[in-house]
């Protein structure tokens, strides 16, 4: 059974790049959540969708981000300018729809931005 | 508002030592508990849960008590291995799918 499969797992990039991270949720679950983890604010929600629709988006930080899912097997989390302090791993999870069941996160996309 | 607080890390141990990982939690309502263990270089893997109060969730020789009481969920192992060395977080679960992440506890077991 493949789990939630993020690419790029490592990404440098220079500042005011524009840095797009992906994901493949597990097949058949319906929600996907997308988390930012540093050392300081430790793992943060920025956005999470409901059969492709975003829900809560109330955690990205501000404009320059922003994140789609077109179809139920794709996501993705846009940064437009990048800047240093976005550097940050990125984990994408997904969770079945019945309430009660957990969630299941993907490996991480580590992001420098220098 | 709704949070979560770990005891910060990291915590070092000899192999076969007692954990205890505290945690606590404020919320409203009735909030399911999780633990997550995250390894080097992975994504966080659920280690245990507990859904209502005085429920215990348990793995891999790791457990931990849901206490309303004391709004905590410390984790615990008898007996740790080098193995568990990773980094661990607590979580609620605030209705369907809001979660809310401590900033989690290295743990270091040193054979």
């Known amino acids: 059974d493949a789990g939630v499969i993020q690419s790029p797992r490592h990404e440098v990039t220079e500042m005011g790049q524009e840095v797009t991270l992906r994901c493949k949720p597990i097949?058949?679950?319906?929600?996907l959540f997308w988390y930012r983890q540093t050392m300081m604010r430790g793992l943060e929600l920025l956005i999470y969708?409901?059969?492709?629709?975003?829900?809560?988006d109330s955690g990205m930080p501000e404009d320059r981000f922003s994140a789609k899912m077109p179809n139920a097997s794709f996501s993705t989390l846009k940064i437009q300018p990048s800047e240093p302090r976005d550097s940050a791993v990125y984990f994408c999870?997904?969770?079945?729809?019945?309430?009660?069941?957990?969630?299941?996160f993907g490996e991480g996309s580590w992001l420098t931005v220098v | 508002g709704d949070s979560v607080t770990q005891m910060e890390g990291p915590v070092t141990l000899s192999e076969e030592a007692f954990l205890t990982i505290n945690c606590t939690y404020t919320?409203?309502?009735?909030?399911?508990l999780f633990w997550y263990v995250q390894y080097p270089g992975e994504g966080l893997q659920l280690l245990l849960k507990a859904t209502k109060a005085d429920d215990k969730g348990s793995n891999k020789g790791f457990e931990a008590t849901y206490r309303k009481e004391t709004t905590s969920f410390h984790l615990e192992k008898g007996s740790v291995q080098v193995s568990d060395s990773a980094v661990y977080f607590c979580a609620l679960r605030l209705g369907t799918y809001k979660y809310i992440f401590g900033t989690g506890t290295r743990l270091k077991v040193l054979a």
């Open positions: 919320a409203t309502g009735y909030p399911s």
């Open positions: 969708f409901n059969n492709n629709v975003p829900i809560d």
């Open positions: 999870a997904s969770s079945p729809s019945l309430s009660g069941n957990t969630i299941y």
């Open positions: 097949s058949g679950h319906d929600y």
